[in-house]
């Protein structure tokens, strides 16, 4: 009995037999369905000869069976069952890696290092910061201490207004005994004395000289007496009148001369030569 299944097997004819079979019953040429097959010759003589792995994967060579059995008209399906099914994939084995938990605890050091990094970084900033803002107690307490002992300072070098007072209360005492002395002197020798006194006075009235300004419309003025000494500055708004006196000559900047009317020792000064728009420089008292 095994001797015959083993003939029955050989003699029954293989794929790639069934369709070279089919071809020369069709009287066809391997050129000729290679061609529409658009398979080259030695394909299609692998395929006849059962050479399917040579063909690439076995779907590829049941698509070209179907097509064989398409040119031939022939029917492709119980080829097609005689062909094997494709292998199984096999599935790799489930097993546990201890290389991930290694892997994922390795991950989250390098994460927890990192964090801890930043917070040190953002609490020393901060401490850098403080430190480099805050004034030590000590260094405050000392401060206050120094500006103490120079307020005591002051107050210690400067007398009380109520000493100044009283100090010029005995310098006015102590001249009006002077006076009362002089007036009780002889005729003669006060007539003497009192004649360069009046001299002098009338010489300082004549040495001083009195400047008034009436600003109708606003400008800035500055004026220096003959002494360098600044007596008026700033700017002076419409309808003020300023007054000032000291020792001629004067030196006056106008920054609109043609707004103010000027008068110096009760004479008005005509300033209308000044070119308008313009700062106005000159003397007091005017050189003719």
């Known amino acids: 009995m095994n001797e015959e299944n083993t003939q029955t097997q050989s003699e029954q004819p293989t794929v790639g037999q069934i369709l070279k079979n089919h071809r020369e019953q069709a009287n066809v040429s391997i050129a000729t369905i290679a061609a529409p097959l ?19 994967p076995i779907t590829f060579v049941k698509g070209y069976i179907k097509n064989y059995c398409r040119e031939l008209k022939v029917d492709s399906a119980p080829i097609l069952a005689m062909m094997p099914a494709p292998p199984e994939p096999t ?24 964090s801890y990094l930043i917070l040190a970084i953002v609490i020393g900033s901060s401490a850098l910061w403080f430190w480099q803002n805050a004034t030590p107690i000590e260094e405050q307490t000392s401060k206050i201490n120094v500006a103490n002992s120079i307020m005591s300072e002051r107050q210690a070098a400067q007398p009380s207004i109520l000493q100044q007072q009283q100090q010029a209360e005995i310098n006015d005492e102590s001249l009006l005994e002077s006076k009362d002395t002089l007036e009780t002197s002889t005729s003669s020798e006060a007539v003497t ?35 360098g000494e600044k007596i008026a500055f700033g700017v002076k708004k419409a309808g003020y009148i300023m007054t000032v006196s000291g020792t001629p000559p004067f030196s006056v900047v106008l920054g609109k001369h043609d707004a103010v009317d000027i008068t110096l020792n009760g004479e008005p000064v005509d300033v209308s030569a000044f070119p308008k728009n313009r700062l106005a420089k000159f003397t007091l008292p005017l050189a003719e």
């Open 38 to 56: 658009k398979l080259s010759e030695l394909q299609i003589k692998r395929l006849e000869n059962d050479e399917f792995a040579l063909l690439g």
């Open 91 to 114: 599935k790799p084995a489930n097993m546990q890696s201890f290389s991930r938990r290694t892997e994922k605890e390795a991950s989250d050091s390098r994460l927890m290092f990192f």
């Open 193 to 227: 004395e009192m004649a360069p006194i009046t001299s002098n006075n009338e010489s300082q009235e004549d040495a001083s000289s009195t400047i008034v300004m009436n600003f109708n419309g606003e400008s800035w003025v500055e004026i220096y007496d003959g002494e």
